[in-house]
């Protein structure tokens, strides 16, 4: 059963984020706030990053992925929420 606290934030970010340890930082940000999900590169030089947790939570993340780590430079982010699944175990770097 999901708990109705527990919500899925999807979030593409663009700008300098690959290569600066965007996805090392989001990591651990991520599991000390208790998430999970995971991240990756893509080919178009973004960032993607879906998480599930309590919705308050999430929203500390998203505080995170609007500046990055110190060596990122965010230009742009794409937010959406939808319903937790449940499906993830932990916060994983997808390569």
Do not use: H
């Not at 609007?66 to 990122?72: D, L, M, R």
């Not at 939808?82 to 390569?95: H, Q, R």
């Amino acid at each position: 059963m999901i708990n109705n606290n527990l919500k899925r934030l999807i979030v593409k970010i663009f700008g300098q984020v690959q290569g600066v340890f965007f996805r090392s930082y989001t990591q651990k940000t991520a599991e000390d706030l208790g998430l999970t999900g995971w991240v990756q590169n893509e080919s178009d030089g973004s960032v993607l990053v879906i998480a599930e947790g309590e919705k308050l939570k999430l929203k500390d993340f998203l505080e995170f992925l609007k500046k990055g780590p110190n060596s990122a430079r965010v230009s742009k982010i794409e937010i959406k929420w939808e319903k937790a699944t449940g499906e993830f175990k932990n916060f994983e770097i997808k390569y």
